[in-house]
């Protein structure tokens, strides 16, 4: 049986950049995102990961579509034996966090906390009833956000703080089934979603923010995904990883 990797999120950016990772390690990839199938950046990451990858409108906001995905996945590629979550929405508004209104905080929990959570709860019920081979992982990406604080998105960091704690229920609740469970945190990575702070973090870089003096690249998250998903840290179960260049670093 081929190994066969959910990626939410991974029509672009991060995710794309574990795509093509997987792809390398004969992975069949499943895509998944709130995006409309026939949107330019879904074509193009298809045409970039050739027929072995599948796309699937999906909402990590919406519970009932869980079951429905995974079903379909399953009867295009197989069963999912790898799961990288790594879709997740940023604050609607940064801000002062005593402005935080509750529905920009619930918007951000529904989809790095709840959806999250979920998905991986169906995922992991699946891959207990699959063979030991090939391996099975989920890995959750999170942040530095996680450990580090930015008071103008409370919810965020909050949400990936959540998300960290998460991965360590995951990992000791299935390591007697042999299924891997990791957390990589990136730092500064140079997305989309980075875009419009680029000129900030720009300076920011250039000022020795982050130890080795550069953006991340989403290359660099799927480098530090393939040796988890293949069985290579296995007994590092819970592992967290920081990819970030060092920023996590503490210093004097």
Same mark, same amino acid.
């Given at each position: 049986m081929s190994p066969v990797a959910l990626i939410t999120g991974g029509q672009r950016g991060i995710g794309l950049g574990i795509a093509q @990772? $997987? =792809?390398?390690?004969?992975?069949?990839?499943?895509?998944? /995102?709130?995006?409309?199938?026939?949107?330019?950046e879904v074509q193009a990451a298809?045409? %970039?990961? +050739?027929?072995e990858a599948r796309y699937y409108p999906f909402d990590l906001a919406d519970l009932s579509g869980i079951a429905p995905l995974l #079903?379909?996945? !399953?009867?295009?590629? +197989? &069963? *999912? %034996? %790898? $799961?990288?979550? !790594? @879709?997740?929405? &940023? @604050? =609607?508004l940064r801000g002062d966090m005593l402005d935080l =209104?509750?529905? !920009?905080? #619930?918007? *951000?929990? /529904?989809? !790095? $906390?709840?959806?999250t959570f979920f998905l991986a709860q169906e995922t992991a019920r699946r891959m207990r009833a699959l063979p030991p081979e090939p391996y099975r992982a989920l890995v959750f990406i999170t942040s530095v956000s996680a450990a580090m604080i930015s008071v103008e998105r409370a919810e965020y960091c909050l949400s990936k703080a959540g998300a960290a704690m998460m991965v360590q229920l995951y990992a000791a609740r299935l390591a007697g089934d042999g299924i891997g469970v990791f957390e990589l945190r990136p730092g500064i990575i140079?997305?989309?979603? %980075? @875009?419009?702070?680029?000129?900030?973090y720009d300076a920011l870089i250039a000022d020795g923010l982050v130890p080795a003096a550069r953006?991340? *690249? &989403?290359? #660099?998250?799927? /480098? /530090?995904?393939?040796p988890l998903v293949t069985g290579q840290m296995a007994f590092a179960t819970g592992a967290v990883i920081p990819v970030d260049g060092g920023l996590s670093l503490h210093r004097l």
């Open positions: @990772a $997987l =792809r390398g390690a004969r992975f069949k990839l499943a895509l998944a /995102a709130p995006v409309p199938p026939e949107s330019e298809l045409t %970039t990961l +050739g027929p #079903d379909a996945v !399953n009867r295009d590629l +197989g &069963p *999912v %034996t %790898t $799961l990288i979550s !790594n @879709a997740g929405v &940023p @604050a =609607r =209104r509750p529905e !920009n905080y #619930d918007a *951000v929990m /529904a989809v !790095n $906390l709840k959806g140079e997305t989309g979603m %980075t @875009a419009g702070v680029k000129d900030r953006w991340g *690249v &989403p290359a #660099d998250i799927g /480098a /530090a995904a393939l």
